[in-house]
């Protein structure tokens, strides 16, 4: 009888750790997948992280996730702000924290592995001149030493001010800080685009891969851009949509035709390889499916090219070639 009860007793204490066990992974799996949800993973180095409490920060964060190929993660409030809260000089929520440069209001969820960006972005609204204190929060949260970061903002009329500068202070000595830019609501991607490229990040993106679509006929190849000005300034140009040449062929090494506008050269010796994407003369853009030797500029090279495809890729005639972003 006894022995029936202690064998009872072991089987309900282990069917007890079972549920426990069950329900502590079920909370885990979930407070992963809730950090997952907020984290949209590219496996980049360069992460854009925001803040918005009504969606205006959010447009100009995805337009930088996707001009510099970076993964994008949403600040959550753990204690979501009501329009209540939002509702400014009503000595609500809001105009208390902003009050008290000491406040910290709680973040759900974490970046995972902040340790993979060397770069880091930082979106938010402004809030009473200053950026919410939650982004201070943010910063305090990751050791951010020796990282690239810079804020960037939407306001419904102020300026940056001295909303930047004021979080230098929250993170270590050796942050490299970039500069700010502050958006007005509604701001278009070629706007977040020039900051981009004014502060050196779009033709850093591009020297670490940027890639692009080269479509002839029904055929897609893509390609990987080169780290160079004349590269990003191609790249600038794709951003206003794709970019098609009608190609000739010349010198049995390569198909070039007029590329309908001048970018900015950055010629070198360059021995070709099939497949390299060259601009001539700063108007003209070819595509090698042969040697060739001479001052050049290379935008970029088709990825796993060979003379013999790049032939049957360009065709025998006078092909039209489009150069495009990937959606
Ligand atoms: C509490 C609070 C304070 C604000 N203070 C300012 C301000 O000082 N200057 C300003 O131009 N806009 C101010 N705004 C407007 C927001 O900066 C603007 O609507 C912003 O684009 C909102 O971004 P979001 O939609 O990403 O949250 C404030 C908004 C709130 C809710």
Redesign the pocket.
Known sequence: MNSEKGWSKRVLSVLCCFMIMSLLCECEANSSADTAERLSSKGSHILVA?????????SIAEYAAEILGADLYEIIAEDP?TEAD???YTGGR??KE?DDPGARPGISGFVEHMEQYDTVLI????????A?RIISTFLESYDFSGKTLVTF??????GLGSSAKNLYGLVPENAKWLESRRFP?GAAEEQVYEWLDEIGLAAEAVKKGMTIQVTVNDQTRTATLSGNASAAAFFDLLLNGPVTVEMHDYGSFEKVGPLGTSIVRSDEDITTTPGDIILYLGNQVTIYYDVNRWDLTLLGHIDDATSENMREFLGNGNPFVTFSIPK
């Open positions: 925001y803040f918005s409490a009504t969606g205006h920060t959010t702000y939002l509702a400014y809001c105009d902003q979106g938010h609204p402004i809030w009473h001149g200053q919410p903002c939407t306001s419904a009329s102020s609501i």
